[in-house]
């Protein structure tokens, strides 16, 4: 998650920077190839709730994406056909969000388990508790 992310955000900022067409198409492409973090985030969000949250939590995640092309769609339909502050803006609200993931999420338990980390399992399940409020 971590390696992903970094290497997506560093590809935001290259194609925000870097005024070569051929610069930003391999990073767009590497971007895609880096979007198993955004899958990582729906994995965290199923552990770290309660069933009952599940759908609920998913849903608003799913919200966000939507309110984030919606903004994307009036902004350049109304306000500017310059695509550049917008693009940077994201990139920086997304960067904000990968270092605080990075720092303060727990590790996921599952793959501490699978990979015999017992004891940073039990530690992850401990911190996941707290944020469950058990």
């Known amino acids: 998650m971590a390696v992903f992310g970094t290497m997506h955000v560093v590809c935001q900022f290259t194609i925000v920077l870097v005024p070569f067409y051929s610069v930003r198409l391999a990073c ?11 899958n990582m985030c729906y994995v965290w ?3 770290l709730l309660e069933s009952k949250h599940k759908s609920m939590a998913v ?10 092309l919606t903004i994307s769609t009036l902004y350049y339909l109304y306000l500017n056909k310059n695509w550049y502050y917008l693009c940077f803006t994201f990139t920086l609200i997304g960067t904000v969000s990968h270092i605080y993931m990075i720092l303060f999420a727990p590790e996921s338990p599952k793959w501490l388990l ?12 401990n911190r996941i508790g707290k944020l469950n409020f058990s």
């Not at 849903?59 to 984030?68: E, H, K, Q, S």
């Not at 980390?117 to 039990?122: F, G, M, V, W």
């Open 59 to 68: 849903g608003f995640m799913n919200a966000v994406d939507t309110i984030t």
């Open 28 to 38: 767009f492409g590497l971007m895609g190839f880096c979007q198993l973090k955004n």
């Open 114 to 125: 699978a990979n015999n980390r017992k004891l940073e399992a039990i530690g992850a399940f």
């Open 45 to 47: 969000l199923f552990e």
